[in-house]
């Protein structure tokens, strides 16, 4: 009796042995297989959200300016694209009221200041406007492109205004406030 009693008592315990194995083996090939779909979904999102677009209603992408950027490749070497708005604003004082035209976004590119050389080189401004925009410390932007007939301007870089969206202290900017 005692022999079969250890004899049924070795075989449980083999089979409990082999089905924990089994379980263990089980839980390790379902935690590689989660921990691989997590991976391929994470490379796809990246893919999804690194594509360009190329729809000419959402500039939102840094490439897609650059791209159209009059010059582009001159643009991105010797300055910066741009999105350029034109638009006037119309000032009565009696009564006093203020009126603005619609704005037009058009493709621009603004110069480095050591690189307007290459502005004067193809008689694009002269060095009377060189040296009134270098004067008052700006710089050149243009629209249109080079072959043709720019329109030039000196542009000042107001680096005051900042960012807004990025506002560091978690404080509501004060310019919010006025609405």
Known sequence: MKRNQSEYYNR???KSSRSESAGGLFNYTTIALLFAIFILGVGVGIG???TVTTDATNVANREL??????????????????????MRVFLTLNPFSVYVTQPKMQPGC???Q???SI????GLVNEEQVRDCKRRMNTFGFTGPLEGSPQINCVYQNSAAGNLFLD???DIPRESENF
Do not use: H, K
């Open 12 to 14: 449980d315990r083999r």
């Open 48 to 50: 999804f959200s690194s």
């Open 65 to 86: 300016i650059d791209r159209s950027a009059p010059n582009a490749e001159l643009c991105v070497q010797y300055g910066a694209s741009a999105m350029v708005t034109d």
């Open 110 to 112: 603004v110069m480095r």
């Open 114 to 116: 050591n690189n307007w």
């Open 119 to 122: 502005l004067e080189q193809q």
């Open 168 to 170: 560091r202290n978690g």
